[in-house]
C-alpha cells in the first residue's frame, strides 16, 4: 500500500499545471500551463470525464485528435500548454492532462466552470426623437431597452406601483422593446430590468403624462433621463396648419416658424418668405452683393476720372508742342 502511494506521488510531480480550477465567462477564453519531467517525447492529450481511465480524449500533440477550439502545444523544455476558445455553457466539467506510458499514463485533473457575464445597467433609447412631437399628436412612441454587457440576457418592463417593493411591482411584457400607444396610456412611471443567471438590473425611470385631449388625439409627454425636455403646448403650435380661433386687429401680424420679410411702403405689402434659408445667410448673400455693386460702381467712377485727367495732359502737350513748331516772325 505505501509502494502504491509513493508510486501515485511520484507520477503526480511528474506532471503539475499552474491552475486545479478554472473559472471563466461564457465565450472568453483561458490558458493551462503545465511543466512536467522526462517524458519529452511522449504523447500529451487533453481528455475529459469524471475518471482519468473512461475519459475521453478531445485533442493530443501527435495531431491524432483535433479540434478547433481546442489546442495543446508541447513546448518540451519550456512545458505543456491547452488553450481552449469560446467557452460555451456546456464546456464545465472534469478535465485531464495527461502523458502516454507504456503501464500507466501520468495525468492530474483541471476543473473548469463556465459562468455568465454579469449584466450590465441598461438604458432606455426611443427608436424616433421625441423632439418631434409624435406624442403630442397621439401618435405611438417605442423606447428600447438597452444592455451592453452580459450573456442570456432577459428583459421585462414594469410599472412601478410600489414605491417601497419592486417585487410588487406590475410586470408588462418580456422583450427588449416597449411601444407606448394611446389605447394603453396612463399616468405612469416605467422601467425595465435585465436579468441573467448571475446577476440583475434595473433601468431608470421613464415617466408618461397624460395631457388633456387636443381634437380627437391623446397627448401625452415622456420623460427621459439623457433626452431633451419638449413641450407639447409648443411643438403643437409649430406643425398646427389651421386658422386661429381668436380675433385679432388688421394691423397685427402674427409670427410663423419661417423667416419672413415685411416691407411696407404705403399701401403696398411686399411679403417674402424665406423657406428652409436661415436670414442671416440671406442677409450675408445681399449684403455681398451690395458691397461688389459698390465696388464695381467706384471702379468706373476712378476709371472715368482717371480718362479725364489723361486726355486733359494730352491736350497740353498737343498744346506745347504747337506753339513752339510756330516760326518767329523778323523783328
Known sequence: MKTLVLLLLHASLQLQCDKKQ????LGSDFLLSC???NQLLSNKYWCRGESSRTCEVLVDSEGKTRSTRVHIVDARRRGLFVR???????????????????????????RVVVTEVPVSKP?????FSLMEGSTCRGG??????????????????????HPEDEDEDEELQN??????????????????????????????????????????????VVHLQGQPVYDCAVSTTAQTTSPPTSCHTTGEIQPDTTNQLIIATGTHLLLRVFTGVPLWYTMLRWGSFASLVMFICVFITCAK????????KRRRRERRVGIRGRPQSAG
Open 35 to 37: 511543466s512536467y519531467e
Open 305 to 312: 476720372v482717371k480718362d479725364k485727367h489723361a486726355k486733359r
Open 22 to 25: 478554472i473559472t471563466a465567462p
Open 84 to 110: 481552449v476558445l469560446d467557452l460555451q455553457k456546456g464546456d464545465s466539467g472534469v478535465y485531464w492532462v495527461g502523458i502516454d506510458r507504456p503501464y500507466a499514463d501520468v495525468m492530474t485533473s483541471v
Open 175 to 220: 422583450s427588449a422593446d416597449l411601444q407606448l400607444t394611446c389605447d394603453s396610456l396612463q399616468d405612469a412611471e416605467l422601467y425595465c430590468s435585465v436579468r441573467n443567471e448571475v446577476s440583475s438590473e434595473r433601468s431608470e425611470s421613464l415617466r408618461v403624462n397624460i395631457l388633456p385631449p387636443a381634437d380627437s388625439h391623446c397627448r401625452y
Open 123 to 127: 438604458s432606455l433609447q426611443p427608436l
Open 140 to 161: 405611438p412612441v417605442t423606447v428600447r431597452c438597452v444592455c451592453s454587457r452580459g450573456t442570456a440576457v432577459r428583459y421585462s418592463w414594469f410599472r412601478h406601483t
